[in-house]
């Protein structure tokens, strides 16, 4: 006989858009223990599970507090319903909520005032890369279309009736359920019941468990895109809502957490529901598919996670993907959870023409064989060996560019994507394998007039040598990095030098006065000309992530904007309900320069 012991949800907070995957503990008559699924396809002991999901109906629907998802609203600011804000950003759970929330929230009334101001399409031009007024934008199909992970439940179900007067709608009949925009506001009851294989007749009591009420998926204000290169008016919308011009293209750079460092005791002040995977990587997709970048560079991204979710979700947004999983020679996890770099292109906008896996553990082997003596190797390979890796990919743009100025002549792009070495004791490592890196890139511009990107978490600061030797072109050989270098790899200090004019893009709003970029310059240190910060945790706020290009051959015009600190202190720090990483992401408009001026 086939028993249910437990059943329960690892997060009893259910939300929109993130399906729901219930723990059920199963015996067997044999007194085994075990957590799998047993469908009618493979009955175990000549018993399935069969399972329902339903919706109450008898309790009155509550709106939800847009600061905190999980309590009940009592107020709605009227401003953002003449405003048209969309109505789930205008309910507060207390008077003090909306006062404490009003700096911030002041802004979503300024923004769609200067949207009318500009063009009277406030609500799209706000709010359409993340709200559902944008159309399903960033949503699986699973979400945009609930039948396709729920079950074929029909659309208007048949009404379940319980003891006690409870009216139930059937919503779904798989293990899984995904809550809908119908969903919000209402309690979801989970059933599971053992059947006998040969009669279909339910053997014993039903399994059941209750949810909280269905909140919806928290959204930040969108980041807009700020001019930087002197142009006052943007470039046109293209058929997909994406804002280009001719000749240019956006490179997006975001390291997004891997699943297997968000532990509930590094980011303890992030609620359980919103650090959950089923959570974060939903918030995510919406993040990066909202963003419309033509390149995107992420980092910390798991190998199943890019087989199983990014690389397929991505792909129906028109991607291809590439992706380098890091060496795994020190990782202690799961093989399949091993992280990595992921390049994702615009199919419609550049074609793949060649990539170069750079793995720092084969450089560091071949380092130590030629310089470290025998009796030092093991010291040495374990302080070089770290697994990080670099991702070179080289790619042919499809689109028009002024500055091809010889017809028929082809536009390369070449784009590293990497992340170095986290640990801050290791700054000789992290100087080498940046050093690494940029021969690697020398090599390739030697051998081709290209313009260069390097993206990527670098996992040092404004004014470090790695940073130093990217953004200067050199290091200096009194700088306080060199004073560690036990193994003597960075000597002599005079090769740390490139001929690469490399400059960080987010520089580019240092030298900007008027408008949104003067408030943007406040968001940059004018000791290094760097953003503040792109990585912000409850311990630690800095930055460590960083788009660099070639000078010669592009200029910058545009980026996204930098968010504030106080407006991620309100939830301590990153990640958070509303941005599901502890880096923020990095956005940059490129317009390629004639080569007739270089």
């Not at 002197?230 to 470039?235: E, F, L, M, R, V």
């Amino acid at each position: 006989m086939l028993t249910v012991l437990r059943v329960h949800l690892p997060s009893e907070i259910p939300i929109v858009g993130c399906e729901l995957t219930p723990y059920v503990l199963l015996r067997r008559a044999d007194k085994s223990v075990f957590t799998d699924d047993v469908t009618e396809f493979n009955p175990i002991d000549g018993h399935f599970l069969r399972y329902k999901w339903y919706r109450i109906q008898s309790d009155k629907k509550v709106a939800v507090c847009s600061v905190h998802p999980t309590e009940q609203a009592t107020l709605q600011c009227l401003g953002c319903v003449k405003a048209k804000i969309p109505v789930a950003k205008s309910y507060h759970c207390s008077t003090k909520c909306f006062s404490d929330a009003w700096q911030h929230h002041r802004v979503l009334h300024e923004r769609a005032a200067s949207a009318v101001n500009e063009n009277g399409s406030e609500e799209e031009e706000i709010f359409g890369r993340f709200s559902s007024t944008g159309g399903n934008v960033g949503m699986t199909t699973s979400q945009s279309n609930p039948s396709l992970s729920n079950g074929n439940t029909a659309l208007y179900p048949a009404t379940v009736t319980q003891r006690g007067g409870e009216t139930w709608f059937e919503v779904g009949c798989n293990k899984t359920y995904t809550p809908t925009a119908d969903d919000i506001g209402h309690v979801l009851k989970f059933e599971c019941v053992v059947v006998d294989a040969e009669t279909k007749l339910v053997v014993g009591s039903a399994s059941t468990l209750l949810t909280s009420r269905v909140i919806p998926a928290p959204s930040p204000s969108p980041r807009r895109m700020v001019y930087v290169s002197g142009i006052d008016a943007p470039g046109n919308q293209d058929g997909d809502g994406r804002i280009s011009s001719s000749g240019t293209f956006t490179v997006l750079s975001y390291n997004i957490l891997s699943d297997v460092y968000a532990t509930n005791e590094t980011y303890s002040y992030c609620p359980p529901w919103a650090l959950s995977w089923a959570y974060r990587r939903q918030n995510l997709l919406r993040e990066i598919v909202g963003y419309r970048a033509d390149i995107v560079c992420l980092q910390e991204i798991q190998s199943d996670h890019f087989e199983e979710f990014f690389g397929p979700e991505l792909d129906k947004h028109g991607y291809q993907a590439i992706f380098k999983r890091k060496s795994g020679e020190i990782f202690t996890g799961p093989n399949n959870s091993i992280d990595g770099c992921a390049t994702f292109f615009r199919r419609d906008r550049f074609s793949h023409v060649k990539k170069y896996e750079v793995e720092f553990n084969k450089a560091a082997r071949s380092l130590i064989d030629a310089l470290v003596p025998s009796a030092q190797k093991k010291n040495a390979l374990n302080r070089l060996i770290k697994d990080n890796v670099a991702l070179i990919v080289v790619l042919e743009a499809k689109f028009g560019n002024q500055g091809i100025d010889v017809p028929g002549k082809r536009q390369l792009v070449c784009v590293a994507n990497t992340h170095v070495n986290v640990h801050q004791e290791l700054k000789d490592v992290k100087l080498w394998q940046v050093h690494t890196l940029i021969k690697g890139l020398e090599k390739i511009a030697v051998s081709a007039d290209i313009p260069m990107l390097v993206c990527g978490d670098f996992n040092s600061v404004p004014g470090s040598a790695p940073h130093a030797l990217l953004a200067m072109g050199k290091v200096d050989p009194h700088h306080q990095d060199l004073a560690m270098d036990p193994l003597g790899i960075l000597l002599p200090s005079s090769k740390l030098t490139h001929q690469l004019p490399l400059v960080s893009a987010y520089s580019s709003f240092a030298r900007v006065g008027v408008g949104l970029g003067l408030d943007q310059r406040r968001r940059i240190d004018p000791a290094t000309n760097e953003p503040l910060f792109t990585n912000c945790t409850r311990d630690f706020i800095g930055t460590h992530d960083y788009i660099f290009y070639s000078a010669d051959s592009l200029t910058v015009e545009s980026l996204l904007e930098l968010l504030d600190e106080d407006s991620l202190r309100k939830d301590t720090a990153l990640p958070s309900p509303e941005w599901s990483s502890d880096h923020i992401a990095l956005l940059a408009e490129f317009r390629c320069k004639p080569r007739t001026r270089r």
